[in-house]
């Protein structure tokens, strides 16, 4: 290391390596993987997701996951919650699906109406 | 290359590596590969997180779940429910002790909401064996805002900001530098104190073992402001793991350049060198330390002149504890301001204290100055085990003194601690309850502090040796009329007598117990007996008839057979063979042994 710009740069590469315990996110989204939604993909679902998020380079999102909650037939089942917005519940999100809420919804604020299972106020 | 998508962090501090953490790790790595997810899930070591009761603990990010009293075969649970399915494992997660309230995540239980962590700013985030990783929070940027700023600049910084030395006395750090940078003599050095010796207080050695970069950085701030190219680390031979990770740390900062010649291109250039102390507690004064960096045997001498004048080999040296430095970083690049806009008038910051005896959450903490004694105690640390009575709080350790239950509302700070005969001290803080007994409170720290006199002045040697048998006497009932007297006339002279701060400060315990709680002095001098019924000369043990079942545990559980008895009759306790272990009334199941005055069963 030479300069301030060396100390710089290795800063920002280091940054994205710890970012995942520091980050204050935003939006939360939250995929179903009860043993129902890995069964019907949500893992496949999910690394959709994160590689989709880091090809990106979206920061102030966290990706967590959830249980079974009952409505097995419609998994994998995807949740985006943004702040100061209802929660959005997509079913049968395949990896595909997935690459286009993101592009959607995450990115653009479009809710991508034919996929929407429920939407739930106030959480 | 693989995403990432959860990062486990495992406390990897002496407490959490010696309650097994490291055999966590083994099967939470193998639990991740059976379930064929290793490569999404990064493994952590990180330093010391604070909660070391609560050990081996682990953090789960992104969403910061914070699991407790983790066992190795806890970890197939966590990877099956937690990083497949997203369940969170209840059962591991930390409880509140009084309300038995369940806290999911780190930031939220009380023993860390509470507090403020400038020093402890990385622990449980970084690993402390990645550079890298304490780069990208903001490490070694102050050293490279420093090293834009004239050195009277930064010393003026930390001047302004308040901070004083957090090894025990609270000498304004900025001034020792100032005087430092003035002093005439070349070359000069600087010297991190890393002999922490108290009993009980461990947060030196946490914040080498945790984040020995923040400590490195200050040090190399330290030597740009006074003028040094030379910096040496002095860390006790008992602290391996913080040798080891320091050493790491050391190395890693070298191959960087950021430790070496012509520092990222400024022209400062700084080397720093690793010494090992053997142990001796009164090596952590700094003449005697520095004599033992030159390699003569660790005496302290004379001051003045002081270290900053004529240290190291003669020259010009500024010595900061560990502490201290790692405060530093922060200053700089936060501001003067920013710093002393924390804490009391004169106490700037926070202290970081480690938290010990009857309390709850025991572990490392980190308090603004002017937190009183109750916030520390009842709310980070949760409150008394059994739902005892608080009765004293010793803080310093062997140099310090006791803060009684009136106290309990003081801000604590250098200067309210030193008007009740009490300091600040390294940061030991020590809980005592009900059953604990002052004169042998003051006796445990005495008989540390004599046995560790370097013998150079009599006062010490032997002052401290008459001072214990003293006690000791009124311990086993043999204490006179006067004793009380004869501590005090002693202990005034030892403190005036003394050549460095271990003999000025050893009667410190005997002398703050006797003024707060001279009524337990008296009791064992006058009346042979002891209030909190914890000497052993001075107590019996006997069975309470009405509660006795019989069951015969109090004699299978005696080592000595003097608790006898017939299955399903009263139980008795011979009191000639008791040898007073305890261990009948610690059994009991029916709490039908109790503690009595000896006086009370002599016939």
Redesign the interface.
């Known amino acids: 290391m030479k300069s301030l710009e060396d100390l710089k740069r290795i800063r920002e590469q280091a940054q994205a390596q710890i970012r995942l315990r520091t980050q204050e996110a935003n939006t939360k989204i939250i995929v179903g993987m009860g043993t129902c939604g890995i069964a019907a993909g949500a893992r496949e679902t999910l690394m959709a997701i994160l590689d989709e998020l880091a090809k990106r380079n979206i920061q102030d999102v966290v990706v967590t996951q959830t249980g079974c909650v009952g409505l097995c037939e419609y998994e994998p089942l995807v949740n985006v919650v943004k702040p100061g917005q209802p929660k959005i519940t997509y079913m049968k999100v395949t990896p595909e699906r997935a690459r286009q809420i993101i592009a959607s919804h995450i990115v653009n604020d479009q809710v991508i109406n034919e996929w929407v299972l429920s939407t739930e106020e106030g959480v | 290359m693989a995403?990432?998508?959860?990062?486990v962090?495992i406390c990897a501090g002496s407490a959490c590596v010696s309650s097994r953490a490291y055999e966590f790790k083994e099967s939470l790595l193998k639990a991740l590969e059976e379930a064929g997810i290793r490569e999404?899930v990064?493994v952590v070591d990180t330093g010391c997180v604070g909660t070391c009761d609560l050990g081996p603990v682990a953090?789960v990010?992104?969403?910061g779940v914070f699991y407790v009293r983790l066992k190795p075969e806890d970890a197939k649970t966590i990877v099956n429910e937690h990083l497949?399915?997203?369940?969170i494992v209840n059962r591991l997660l930390y409880q509140q002790a009084m309300t038995k309230e369940v806290f999911p995540s780190l930031s939220e239980i009380d023993f860390v909401a509470k507090q403020k962590r400038i020093v402890l700013r990385n622990m449980g985030?970084?690993n402390p064996e990645s550079i890298?990783?304490y780069?990208?929070?903001?490490?070694?940027?102050a050293l490279?805002k420093a090293l834009t700023m004239d050195p009277e600049e930064v010393i003026d910084t930390v001047k302004r900001s308040g901070l004083r030395g957090r090894g025990g006395a609270g000498f304004p750090t900025g001034l020792k530098w100032e005087l430092t940078r003035k002093a005439k003599g070349n070359p000069k050095y600087v010297i991190c104190n890393g002999d922490e010796g108290d009993p009980g207080a461990f947060m030196d050695r946490s914040i080498l073992e945790g984040d020995p970069h923040s400590v490195i950085e200050g040090m190399m701030i330290a030597g740009y402001a006074v003028g040094a190219s030379k910096g040496f680390f002095y860390v006790r031979a008992e602290y391996p793991l913080a040798i080891k990770r320091l050493e790491i740390a050391l190395e890693q900062a070298r191959n960087?350049?950021?430790i070496g010649e012509n520092i990222?291109?400024t022209g400062f250039s700084f080397d720093i060198e690793l010494r090992r102390g053997s142990g001796a507690f009164v090596c952590g004064e700094e003449t005697a330390l520095i004599a033992s960096i030159e390699g003569r045997r660790g005496e302290p001498r004379p001051r003045p002149p002081y270290p900053a004048n004529k240290g190291l080999w003669d020259k010009p040296t500024v010595i900061n504890n560990v502490e201290t430095l790692a405060n530093i970083a922060p200053i700089i690049l936060n501001g003067a301001e920013w710093f002393s806009s924390i804490g009391t008038e004169k106490s700037k910051g926070t202290k970081v204290f480690a938290l010990a005896g009857k309390v709850n959450n025991t572990g490392l903490i980190e308090v603004p100055f002017g937190t009183s004694l109750r916030e520390i105690v009842f709310e980070v640390g949760g409150g008394i085990p059994g739902g005892k009575k608080f009765k004293a709080a010793q803080t310093g350790g062997p140099s310090g003194g006791c803060i009684p239950a009136e106290y309990l509302d003081l801000p604590l700070d250098y200067e309210s601690l030193k008007q009740i005969g009490a300091i600040v001290g390294s940061g030991g803080l020590i809980i005592m309850d009900e059953d604990t007994c002052m004169v042998d409170v003051a006796r445990f720290f005495l008989e540390f502090t004599q046995s560790e006199s370097c013998g150079k002045c009599p006062p010490c040697r032997v002052g401290t040796r008459k001072m214990l048998d003293i006690l000791e006497r009124i311990i086993n009932g043999e204490g006179e009329e006067g004793d009380i007297e004869r501590l005090i006339e002693l202990g005034n002279e030892i403190k005036q007598d003394s050549l460095c701060g271990l003999g000025q400060t050893a009667p410190n315990p005997v002398l703050s117990t006797i003024r707060f709680f001279r009524d337990e002095y008296e009791a064992h001098i006058k009346e042979k007996r002891c209030p909190a019924k914890s000497c052993r000369a001075l107590i019996a043990y006997q069975v309470i008839p009405d509660k006795c079942k019989g069951c015969g545990i109090c004699a299978r559980v005696c080592p000595v057979g003097a608790a006898q008895g017939k299955p399903r009759e009263i139980h008795f306790i011979d009191k000639d063979l008791c040898i007073k272990c305890g261990d009948c009334f610690a059994k009991c199941p029916f709490g039908a042994i109790e503690k009595v005055d000896i006086l009370l069963v002599k016939t």
């Open positions: 995403i990432v998508r959860a990062n962090l999404e990064n953090i990010y992104p969403d497949l399915k997203g369940r985030i970084i890298e990783e780069i990208a929070r903001e490490g070694y940027q490279a960087y350049g950021l990222l291109g």
